[in-house]
């Protein structure tokens, strides 16, 4: 499996993302994962499922790695959520996470969003839930993540969703430089700028969401919203080179040097899934996926917009992500 060096680290290429993995399905499917041979978890506290997958961890990074592997082996990742971004509270969040997920640390600890909520705040109903990012900044939390690295809790950082302008915001102060940006991206959100920004600030893109969310919540979803699996060119491709859409989706992320993290609870899928990173497309289908004229974010971020508050999905996105 190719994999990518970080200040600490190589991630592999592919991983298991866990969001939407939900009501028991999260501790087979980590367990039947590892079988497989992912070595990347992809996790977040907001997912609800960190203790299930601490189920799957536990006996695998047990006592004298009773279950057979080596801690060091593995990439797992996880964030911040949107009510910790106070300084104060970052520490105490990422121990929750590692507690949950019985580890000692990350590998990669993220911003989930850069939005903020109040600290008593799961997930915003108004306006008055929001803090704005003048009132509590992107690098002071940064200051606080770069602790928990010093403190041994973690060992690299990076941010998720964050626009060039917010990712300049961490650069232009930090001591420790993210390492990553997760964000969505698949061919029809092929985030060519924001990419070539990553590669000039030697910082990783991780490629959420790689095969379009299918499985997406109803308050991400419009009637309108297309779907990868039903594109022309890209049934055309698949069928060129004898794969099924799933796969040349995830080689197309993984040749074009993002790292890809699709989620599935289905051992066959998962199974296919980890092998398409191993695949090579010809540079004519790379630029004709790259150049698909249907460009759309699944995963919107209107949801962070509410009368009164502070956030716009706009200026989340920056001007790169207009589309
Ligand atoms: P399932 O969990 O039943 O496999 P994303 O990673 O973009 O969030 O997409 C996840 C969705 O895609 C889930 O509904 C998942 O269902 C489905 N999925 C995962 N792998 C594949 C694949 N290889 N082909 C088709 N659908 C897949």
């Known amino acids: 499996m190719k994999s990518y060096s970080f200040p600490q680290g190589e991630m592999p290429a592919v991983g298991l993302g866990t969001w939407k ?94 939005v903020v909520f109040r600290h008593d705040v799961h997930r915003p109903e108004s306006g008055q839930d929001f803090i704005s990012l003048e009132d509590q900044p992107l690098v002071d939390t940064w200051a606080a993540m770069e602790d928990c690295v010093t403190a041994g809790l973690c060992r690299n950082l990076g941010v998720c969703n964050f626009s060039i302008a917010n990712m300049q915001q961490i650069l232009d102060s930090c001591k420790i430089k993210p390492s990553a940006n997760q964000v969505e991206c698949h061919p029809f959100l092929n985030q060519r700028v924001l990419i070539d920004f990553c590669k000039a600030n030697d910082i990783h893109l991780i490629a959420y969401s790689p095969l379009g969310s299918g499985d997406r919540p109803e308050r991400m979803r419009a009637e309108a919203d297309p779907n990868l699996f039903e594109d022309e060119l890209l049934k055309d491709l698949a069928s060129q080179n004898n794969v099924t859409v799933g796969e040349l989706l995830l080689a197309w992320a993984v040749c074009r040097g993002t790292v890809a993290i699709p989620k599935s609870t289905n051992p066959t899928r998962l199974a296919q899934n980890l092998a398409a990173g191993q695949l090579q497309l010809s540079e004519t289908d790379m630029a004709a996926i790259e150049s698909l004229e249907t460009q759309y974010r699944f995963v919107h971020g209107k949801f962070w917009e509410h009368p009164g508050g502070p956030y716009t999905a706009d200026a989340i996105w920056g001007e790169e992500g207009k589309l």
């Open 21 to 114: 993995m939900e009501d028991g399905a999260a501790t087979p499917a980590v367990t039947k994962a590892i079988e497989l041979g992912y070595r990347y978890f992809d996790c977040a506290p907001i997912y609800m499922n960190e203790p299930e997958i601490g189920e799957a961890f536990g006996p695998v990074f047990g006592p004298a790695f009773a279950g057979g592997h080596d801690r060091a082996d593995f990439w797992i990742t996880s964030k911040l959520w949107c009510n910790r971004h106070r300084p104060d509270l970052v520490e105490g969040a990422l121990k929750q996470t590692l507690s949950d997920l019985k580890l000692d640390y990350l590998d990669l600890f993220m911003i989930h969003w850069p």
